[in-house]
C-alpha cells in the first residue's frame, strides 16, 4: 500500500518543478568584439556593455539593442529548456510540464552574450 501511495504522491510533488526551483530572473553577462564601453537596452533597461543585466526568465525572446556606431543593432540571448523540465514532464505529466511552460520558468537563458562590432574603436 505504501508504494501505491508513493507512486501517486511522488508526481504530485514533482509537478512544477522547474517554476517551484528556478529563480524569477538571471543575471546575464554581456560583452562585445569592440574596445570601448557603450550602452545597450534589454527589456526596456539600460546598461553598460561590458558588464552584466539581470533578465526576467518568462520565457519571452530577449533581444540586446544599441545604437552604438559599427556594432550589431540587435542581439539575441540563446534560450535552450531547462533540464529540470523533463524530470517534471515525464513525472508531473501535462499539470507541471504546462505550468512550467506557462510561467516560463523552463527556459534558461544563456550566460554569456556577445555583442559583434566592426573595428575596435
Do not use: H
Request: with cysteine; aromatic share 8%; net charge neutral.
Amino acid at each position: 500500500m505504501k508504494k501505491i501511495l508513493l507512486a501517486i504522491t511522488l508526481p504530485l510533488l514533482l509537478t512544477a518543478c522547474a517554476t517551484i526551483t528556478s529563480p524569477s530572473s538571471e543575471r546575464v553577462n554581456v560583452n562585445s568584439t569592440k574596445n570601448k564601453t557603450f550602452t545597450a537596452t534589454i527589456d526596456g533597461q539600460q546598461f553598460t556593455v561590458p558588464g552584466s543585466v539581470k533578465i526576467k526568465r518568462n520565457g519571452d525572446e530577449k533581444i540586446i539593442l544599441t545604437t552604438e556606431k559599427g556594432c550589431a543593432p540587435s542581439t539575441s540571448i540563446d534560450r535552450e529548456i531547462e533540464t529540470i523540465f523533463w524530470g517534471n514532464f515525464i513525472f508531473g505529466g501535462v499539470l507541471g510540464s504546462s505550468t512550467d511552460l506557462a510561467t516560463g520558468k523552463m527556459w534558461d537563458y544563456d550566460d554569456f552574450v556577445t555583442i559583434n562590432c566592426v573595428g575596435n574603436g
